[in-house]
């Protein structure tokens, strides 16, 4: 069974404890294994842009120093997580920054075994595994299930350094949506902002811009919207009225195709409960 | 036609029989029979070259160099008086090659090899030496600069003494050309070439002709109508008792050489007797089959059997066999029995027509970016979303609703129409980098033709420029605003569908603020491309194509409707985007050129081509594969290579692919590569 050195990060402890759970499952239908990496630490949250800052980035590098111990990969789910991890990983790693690599390097001062390589849990899916695979495995296919693929801005930008799918129409989430057989929806607001952090002191801006996403969503005829951003789906799931469109982790989906038990996919920790429109469709 | 090669008309070259053996003629090997006697003559180019480079040090050394028995130096070499200098220094001096130490050959080569020529020396055993481009211009020390035009006047001596006498080749035109694509470029060129007394065939894909000027409403900057001033020249077209007409029908293949090319077209099933057909049109009126029409661009729909608009030339239908029910189950039959005068053959097939011709001009025009490319834009995904040719399609009197505006999702009146310039155009990421050039006017013409279809309606530009350079181009825009058509500047970032509305995320950058616009119809201005049937085509007959698959002419400046290869010729937008009236005049000048080769009996190709020793050739065909211009093909009976001289270019890649050294190059041979760079490295 192959096994990837996995950093949960701290919302996957407490606000998305679901999506951890239904990732950890999920794969292991599919025959791999995340292994959680010793003594991880707080990646920083946002990537600190401030050229001297170093230091600011140190969490994030001390990270992969310590994932270094397991392999040569390092698996993320939450996309501000994997946003800060690869960045900071492209930061020591371009040759323009030699020094500074060598001080945070000194200054963490534990083994760096290996170069590490920093992947979401998608890239898992799609380069390693494979979506034939993933079909193969699919024990409960989500015929008649219309999903909305939401990236946010986190995991496509900055598209040169994330290099993770085409930043302006990313396309990875509605390969994996084919696959379970469901169908995909294009709609325009796939990586429009959910409002972010302005949810803490701008409410009203976050409500709005997430509002829009789901209204877009629903105007191009999803069933529910699908994302990997903890901040995403709150955003989206509690900043309005407890109706409306699911907002879910992929994960969650992932699982109930895969077989799993509906019970151990974490449903009921949506503001709008999935369940009633998934029994609808045949699919609980 | 490159003017080096139709020099000299009144000097009959050996006749090419069948081209193939003048290649294989050996260059006659005398090298040392009488010592060279050679002749430099070193410019001054005012301080051009003497500014940088000691002109009378240069000439003394030059004196000592093997086999030069005169250098001088002239102000200017290329004066009149100057070349008499050379002419007479040939006679006096009993030169049999010159040398001149000055400006690039691309500039005066033909100027000196003729007065040498004046002077009896063949034409071709004059060689330039570039002191000026490769030496002045780029050297700060005047040693330096010395030393280095001494290597390269030494290395053009080298050259020189190994130069043979030539003679031009001759080849006879056949007088007739193809012009392929009937838009209006090609209806231009074919027009102007048959009124001048020539045979023209024109070949056009589509079952009818005029191209996309057929599918426009009124055209800037004078809002005359486009049909009114199109049919004219389609009508005469199809009347012309020297126009050839192979509508529906695509070039399947071209072999031959300038002045002598066989074309093979390949006409595409009709599935209607031409002949018999009258253009009645009862059988488009009875035919039960509707589908999406792409001469409307999704705007309306059509019948199977089809013409593309009621003033088509010819006027004749074809049946689209996908959409035939016939065709496809077996029944119906329908156009068959209503036919007056039995017209419809279901059992037609595809035919192929040889049509002999001398000179080919492409002119295959544009499409507009594919909307794939687009995804941030909505077009393809939201109804109301259109491009500029369907807008077009909307605005026009004989178009899907008749001149009146209505949009696609629910045939309403729009009262808000939002224009996208530089949808595609100007954009690295997303489309193409070029401006599109015609969009801006467009646009313009667009916003001014709705707001006289809806007076209370509210027009918004979007763009990023507005590029009005034209004769009343500036003066038209001014009119667009005039006439209240709202200019926003800033880039469009997103367009999507909310409820009955589409959204437009624009930024107004004069004011330095996001905007969302709300509109009923968006119209994009789509970029022009190149059409891609004409880019396949242009490929398969290796045609040079630029980055993004406009046909390359053979100098930006100098030659812009020639092509690299003799005897093709361009027009229109398949050189690079461009409106009606520039289409039409670089149309004009492709026959132009056309009727310039026309009025010779036979044209002169330089003889500096490649050549095969046959005595060592293994017909591997590295060369054929190599030759850019089909020049080179290995005769399987005899295992060895042939060079057609008549299409070679001269431009020496097989010899540098040739593994034996079989292959070489007239008066570039082998022998003269190697003592060029044993001198430069001496
Ligand atoms: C929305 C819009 C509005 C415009 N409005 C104006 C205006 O108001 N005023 C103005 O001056 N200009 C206007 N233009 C520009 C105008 O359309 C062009 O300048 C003109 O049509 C170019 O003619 P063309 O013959 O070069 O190309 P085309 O019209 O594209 O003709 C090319 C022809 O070649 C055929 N063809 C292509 N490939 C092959 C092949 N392999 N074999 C055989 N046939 C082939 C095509 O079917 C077509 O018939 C407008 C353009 C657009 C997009």
Same mark, same amino acid.
């Given at each position: 069974?192959?096994?990837?050195?996995?950093?949960?990060?701290?919302?996957?402890?407490?606000?998305?404890?679901?999506?951890?759970?239904?990732?950890?499952?999920?794969?292991?239908?599919?025959?791999?294994?995340?292994?959680?990496?010793?003594?991880?630490?707080?990646? =920083?949250?946002?990537?600190?842009?401030?050229?001297?800052?170093?230091?600011?980035?140190?969490?994030?590098?001390?990270?992969?120093?310590?994932? !270094?111990?397991? =392999?040569?990969?390092?698996?993320?789910?939450?996309?501000?997580?994997?946003?800060?991890?690869?960045?900071?990983?492209?930061?020591?790693?371009?040759?323009?920054?030699?020094?500074?690599?060598?001080?945070?390097?000194?200054?963490?001062?534990?083994?760096?075994?290996?170069?590490?390589?920093?992947?979401?849990?998608?890239?898992?899916?799609?380069?390693?595994?494979?979506?034939?695979?993933?079909?193969?495995?699919?024990?409960?296919?989500?015929? =008649?299930?219309?999903?909305?693929?939401?990236?946010?801005?986190?995991?496509?930008?900055?598209?040169?350094?994330?290099?993770?799918?085409?930043?302006?129409?990313?396309?990875?989430?509605?390969?994996?949506?084919?696959?379970? =057989?469901?169908?995909?929806?294009?709609?325009?607001?796939?990586?429009?902002?959910?409002?972010?952090?302005?949810?803490?002191?701008?409410?009203?801006?976050?409500?709005? !811009? !997430?509002?829009?996403?789901?209204?877009?969503?629903?105007?191009?005829?999803?069933?529910?919207?699908?994302?990997?951003?903890?901040?995403?789906?709150?955003?989206?799931?509690?900043?309005?009225?407890?109706?409306?469109?699911?907002?879910?982790?992929?994960?969650?989906?992932?699982?109930?195709?895969?077989?799993?038990?509906?019970?151990?996919?974490?449903?009921?920790?949506?503001?709008?409960?999935?369940?009633?429109?998934?029994?609808?469709?045949?699919?609980? | 036609?490159?003017?080096?090669?139709?020099?000299?008309?009144?000097?009959?070259?050996?006749?090419?029989?069948?081209?193939?053996?003048?290649?294989?003629?050996?260059?006659?090997?005398?090298?040392?029979?009488?010592?060279?006697?050679?002749?430099?003559?070193?410019?001054?180019?005012?301080?051009?070259?003497?500014?940088?480079?000691?002109?009378?040090?240069?000439?003394?050394?030059?004196?000592?160099?093997?086999?030069?028995?005169?250098?001088?130096?002239?102000?200017?070499?290329?004066?009149?008086?100057?070349?008499?200098?050379?002419?007479?220094?040939?006679?006096?001096?009993?030169?049999?090659?010159?040398?001149?130490?000055?400006?690039?050959?691309?500039?005066?080569?033909?100027?000196?090899?003729?007065?040498?020529?004046?002077?009896?020396?063949?034409?071709?055993?004059?060689?330039?030496? +570039?002191?000026?481009?490769?030496?002045?211009?780029?050297?700060?020390?005047?040693?330096?600069?010395?030393?280095?035009?001494?290597?390269?006047?030494?290395?053009?001596?080298?050259?020189?003494?190994?130069?043979?006498?030539?003679?031009?080749?001759?080849?006879?035109?056949?007088?007739?050309?193809?012009?392929?694509?009937?838009?209006?470029?090609?209806?231009?060129?074919?027009?102007?070439?048959? +009124?001048?007394?020539?045979?023209?065939?024109?070949?056009?894909?589509?079952?009818?002709?005029?191209?996309?000027?057929?599918?426009?409403?009124?055209?800037?900057?004078?809002?005359?109508?486009?049909?009114?001033?199109?049919?004219?020249?389609?009508?005469?077209?199809?009347?012309?008792?020297?126009?050839?007409?192979?509508?529906?029908?695509?070039?399947?293949?071209?072999?031959?050489?300038?002045? +002598?090319?066989?074309?093979?077209?390949?006409?595409?099933?009709?599935?209607?007797?031409?002949?018999?057909?009258?253009?009645?049109?009862?059988?488009?009126?009875?035919?039960?089959?509707?589908?999406?029409?792409?001469?409307?661009?999704?705007?309306?729909?059509?019948?199977?059997?089809?013409?593309?608009?009621?003033?088509?030339?010819?006027?004749?239908?074809?049946?689209?066999?996908?959409?035939?029910?016939?065709?496809?189950?077996?029944?119906?039959?329908?156009?068959?029995?209503?036919?007056?005068?039995?017209?419809?053959?279901?059992?037609?097939?595809?035919?192929?027509?040889?049509?002999?011709?001398?000179?080919?001009?492409?002119?295959?025009?544009?499409?507009?970016?594919?909307?794939?490319?687009?995804?941030?834009?909505?077009?393809?995904?939201?109804?109301?979303?259109?491009?500029?040719?369907?807008?077009?399609?909307?605005?026009?009197?004989?178009?899907?609703?008749?001149?009146?505006?209505?949009?696609?999702?629910?045939?309403?009146?729009?009262?808000?129409?939002?224009?996208?310039?530089?949808?595609?155009?100007?954009?690295?990421?997303?489309?193409?980098?070029?401006?599109?050039?015609?969009?801006?006017?467009?646009?313009?013409?667009?916003?001014?033709?709705?707001?006289?279809?809806?007076?209370?309606?509210?027009?918004?530009?979007?763009?990023?420029?507005?590029?009005?350079?034209?004769?009343?181009?500036?003066?038209?825009?001014?009119?667009?605003?005039?006439?209240?058509?709202?200019?926003?500047?800033?880039?469009?970032?997103?367009?999507?569908?909310?409820?009955?509305?589409?959204?437009?995320?624009?930024?107004?950058?004069?004011?330095?603020?996001?905007?969302?616009?709300?509109?009923?119809?968006?119209?994009?201005?789509?970029?022009?491309?190149?059409?891609?049937?004409?880019?396949?085509?242009?490929?398969?007959?290796?045609?040079?194509?630029?980055?993004?698959?406009?046909?390359?002419?053979?100098?930006?400046?100098?030659?812009?409707?020639?092509?690299?290869?003799?005897?093709?010729?361009?027009?229109?937008?398949?050189?690079?985007?461009?409106?009606?009236?520039?289409?039409?005049?670089?149309?004009?000048?492709?026959?132009?050129?056309?009727?310039?080769?026309?009025?010779?009996?036979?044209?002169?190709?330089?003889?500096?081509?490649?050549?095969?020793?046959?005595?060592?050739?293994?017909?591997?065909?590295?060369?054929?594969?190599?030759?850019?211009?089909?020049?080179?093909?290995?005769?399987?009976?005899?295992?060895?290579?042939?060079?057609?001289?008549?299409?070679?270019?001269?431009?020496?890649?097989?010899?540098?692919?040739?593994?034996?050294?079989?292959?070489?190059?007239?008066?570039?041979?082998?022998?003269?590569?190697?003592?060029?760079?044993?001198?430069?490295?001496?």
């Amino acid at each position: 069974m192959a096994s990837y050195a996995y950093y949960p990060g701290c919302t996957l402890y407490t606000k998305a404890r679901e999506l951890d759970l239904s990732a950890r499952k999920a794969l292991a239908v599919l025959g791999a294994e995340l292994e959680e990496m010793p003594a991880w630490v707080c990646c =920083g949250a946002i990537y600190n842009t401030a050229d001297d800052d170093f230091a600011g980035r140190i969490g994030a590098t001390r990270n992969i120093v310590r994932a !270094s111990a397991l =392999g040569d990969t390092l698996v993320t789910l939450c996309a501000a997580c994997y946003n800060v991890l690869k960045r900071a990983k492209a930061r020591i790693d371009d040759p323009a920054n030699a020094v500074e690599r060598e001080r945070v390097l000194n200054f963490i001062d534990e083994p760096y075994e290996r170069e590490v390589r920093v992947v979401h849990y998608l890239d898992v899916l799609r380069r390693d595994i494979g979506w034939d695979a993933v079909k193969a495995k699919v024990a409960k296919p989500l015929a =008649g299930l219309k999903l909305a693929s939401y990236y946010g801005c986190l995991m496509v930008r900055p598209a040169a350094v994330l290099d993770f799918d085409d930043p302006e129409d990313p396309q990875v989430m509605d390969e994996l949506v084919r696959a379970l =057989g469901a169908e995909p929806v294009r709609f325009d607001f796939k990586t429009e902002c959910c409002g972010g952090y302005l949810v803490v002191n701008r409410k009203d801006v976050a409500r709005e !811009s !997430s509002a829009r996403v789901l209204e877009n969503a629903r105007a191009w005829g999803a069933d529910a919207v699908i994302t990997t951003c903890p901040l995403c789906q709150y955003n989206l799931d509690r900043l309005r009225d407890r109706d409306g469109l699911p907002v879910l982790y992929f994960t969650q989906l992932l699982g109930l195709a895969l077989g799993l038990e509906p019970d151990e996919l974490g449903f009921d920790n949506c503001a709008v409960d999935p369940r009633p429109m998934l029994a609808e469709k045949g699919l609980l | 036609m490159a003017e080096g090669k139709s020099r000299r008309p009144e000097v009959a070259g050996p006749e090419p029989a069948g081209t193939q053996s003048a290649s294989t003629d050996k260059p006659a090997i005398s090298p040392v029979s009488r010592r060279p006697r050679v002749g430099v003559f070193v410019c001054h180019c005012g301080i051009n070259i003497a500014g940088v480079v000691r002109v009378p040090e240069l000439v003394e050394r030059a004196k000592t160099m093997p086999g030069v028995v005169v250098a001088r130096d002239y102000q200017y070499c290329c004066s009149d008086p100057g070349q008499q200098i050379i002419r007479d220094s040939i006679k006096a001096d009993k030169l049999d090659r010159v040398v001149v130490a000055c400006c690039s050959p691309t500039l005066h080569e033909a100027t000196f090899r003729k007065a040498g020529e004046e002077a009896g020396l063949n034409y071709y055993r004059t060689e330039i030496a +570039n002191i000026r481009e490769q030496c002045a211009w780029v050297t700060k020390d005047r040693d330096e600069a010395t030393d280095k035009a001494e290597d390269i006047t030494r290395l053009a001596i080298a050259r020189a003494t190994h130069d043979e006498s030539l003679e031009p080749v001759g080849v006879t035109v056949n007088k007739r050309a193809l012009v392929v694509g009937a838009g209006i470029a090609g209806i231009q060129a074919a027009l102007d070439i048959a +009124n001048a007394g020539y045979e023209v065939v024109l070949v056009e894909k589509q079952p009818s002709i005029g191209g996309h000027m057929a599918q426009l409403s009124e055209t800037f900057p004078t809002l005359d109508c486009s049909q009114c001033i199109l049919t004219p020249r389609t009508v005469e077209t199809g009347r012309h008792s020297r126009i050839k007409l192979h509508t529906y029908s695509e070039v399947a293949e071209v072999s031959g050489y300038i002045g +002598n090319f066989k074309v093979r077209i390949r006409q595409k099933p009709r599935y209607v007797d031409f002949d018999a057909c009258t253009g009645c049109g009862l059988c488009m009126e009875k035919c039960p089959a509707r589908v999406e029409a792409d001469f409307e661009r999704g705007m309306g729909k059509r019948r199977a059997i089809y013409r593309l608009l009621p003033q088509a030339v010819p006027n004749r239908p074809v049946i689209d066999a996908e959409a035939c029910i016939y065709l496809q189950k077996g029944k119906c039959g329908v156009c068959a029995k209503v036919c007056p005068t039995q017209a419809i053959r279901y059992d037609d097939t595809e035919k192929f027509v040889e049509e002999e011709v001398g000179a080919i001009v492409l002119a295959t025009g544009y499409e507009l970016l594919d909307h794939e490319k687009m995804s941030a834009y909505g077009i393809g995904r939201v109804p109301d979303v259109i491009d500029g040719l369907a807008f077009e399609r909307l605005l026009s009197a004989s178009g899907p609703t008749q001149g009146e505006v209505k949009r696609p999702s629910d045939g309403r009146v729009p009262k808000k129409v939002v224009f996208v310039q530089c949808a595609g155009s100007r954009d690295r990421e997303h489309g193409m980098p070029y401006c599109s050039k015609i969009c801006c006017m467009y646009t313009a013409k667009q916003a001014i033709l709705y707001k006289h279809r809806v007076h209370d309606g509210e027009a918004t530009i979007c763009y990023i420029d507005v590029r009005t350079p034209g004769k009343g181009f500036e003066e038209f825009y001014q009119r667009a605003t005039d006439e209240g058509t709202t200019y926003l500047r800033g880039k469009v970032s997103k367009i999507f569908r909310q409820g009955d509305k589409v959204m437009v995320w624009a930024s107004d950058t004069l004011a330095g603020r996001k905007v969302e616009l709300e509109a009923d119809l968006v119209v994009l201005a789509s970029a022009v491309v190149a059409s891609p049937d004409g880019v396949e085509l242009a490929k398969r007959l290796k045609m040079q194509l630029d980055g993004h698959g406009f046909l390359t002419e053979a100098h930006p400046k100098l030659r812009p409707v020639e092509t690299l290869t003799g005897g093709f010729f361009l027009a229109g937008c398949g050189q690079g985007p461009k409106d009606i009236p520039d289409t039409v005049a670089q149309a004009s000048a492709a026959a132009a050129k056309v009727l310039a080769m026309f009025g010779q009996d036979k044209i002169f190709h330089a003889p500096t081509t490649a050549w095969v020793d046959e005595d060592i050739c293994v017909g591997c065909g590295n060369c054929e594969l190599t030759c850019a211009y089909g020049a080179v093909k290995v005769d399987l009976q005899r295992g060895v290579a042939a060079v057609n001289v008549a299409l070679c270019e001269g431009c020496g890649a097989c010899s540098v692919a040739c593994p034996s050294g079989a292959m070489s190059h007239r008066n570039f041979s082998k022998k003269s590569i190697y003592e060029m760079t044993e001198e430069a490295v001496r």
